[in-house]
């Protein structure tokens, strides 16, 4: 247990080693994505927006498929992305 507990704390340490090197991008609390992975999201839902002017949280999970399959996932990444952008997305 003590050894468990000992990895657990080394790994909000490595997360964020890994977001300082860029390879990691922190989404939400305890919700990391690679920084690849990340950036085709971003791109994918611009893309979208461009087009469409305006996307609810719904419209993001189809659009990124499973990596944004449950709600809390694809809402955080719509906070993400409006945050960096001021885009249109709705929590509807």
């Known amino acids: 247990m003590a ?3 000992r990895n657990s ?3 909000g ?3 964020e ?3 300082a090197r860029g390879q990691l991008v922190a989404i939400g609390p305890d919700y990391w994505l690679h920084a690849a992975v990340e950036e085709q999201a971003r791109h994918k839902v ?3 927006l461009a087009e469409r002017g305006h996307l609810t949280v ?3 999970r ?3 498929g499973r990596r944004a399959s449950m709600r809390c996932r694809s809402a955080s990444i719509g906070t ?3 945050s960096l952008s001021g885009a249109a997305i709705s929590a509807c």
Do not use: F, M, W
């Open 3 to 5: 050894r468990a507990r």
């Open 9 to 11: 704390d080394a790994v």
């Open 13 to 15: 340490q490595l997360l």
């Open 17 to 19: 080693l890994a977001a």
């Open 46 to 48: 611009a893309a979208a």
């Open 58 to 60: 719904s419209e993001i």
């Open 62 to 64: 189809g659009l990124l």
């Open 80 to 82: 993400r992305l409006d």
